[in-house]
Nanobody
């Protein structure tokens, strides 16, 4: 599976962005998908995950109620809708694919190249 993330950019605090991650390969629908982020000088951290058929989702506490993960298996794409953005959301965002449903970085087999999200105050 090859992953290509897009949709990042510069936005003011309180604004919104929608990230997309397009996958190649016919096995996309069999993978659980996740979004991670990495701010400068910090570890890459879990943001959200969605099950292979969209039946379950999981979020880190700091984004609950503001971010929504979704997927369209017919289009082989997973999305991250980010609302009420805060400066602390500034990071490079990565999408990833895993056979298991997990929050752990090590559990993901494939990674996209990342897209920069910058939130100004």
């Amino acid at each position: 599976v090859q992953l290509q993330a897009s949709g990042g950019g510069l936005v003011q605090a309180g604004g919104s962005l929608r990230l997309a991650c397009a996958a190649s390969g016919r096995t996309f629908s069999s993978y659980n998908m996740g979004w991670f982020r990495q701010a400068p000088g910090k570890e890459r951290e879990f943001v959200a995950a969605i099950g292979w058929n969209g039946d379950r989702t999981l979020y880190r506490d700091s984004v609950k109620g503001r971010f929504t993960i979704s997927r369209d298996n017919a289009k082989r794409t997973v999305f991250l809708q980010m609302n009420s953005l805060k400066p602390e959301d500034t990071a490079v965002y990565y999408c990833a694919a895993a056979k298991g449903f997990t929050v752990f970085r090590a559990g993901y087999d494939y990674w996209g190249q990342g897209t920069q999200v910058t939130v100004s105050s």
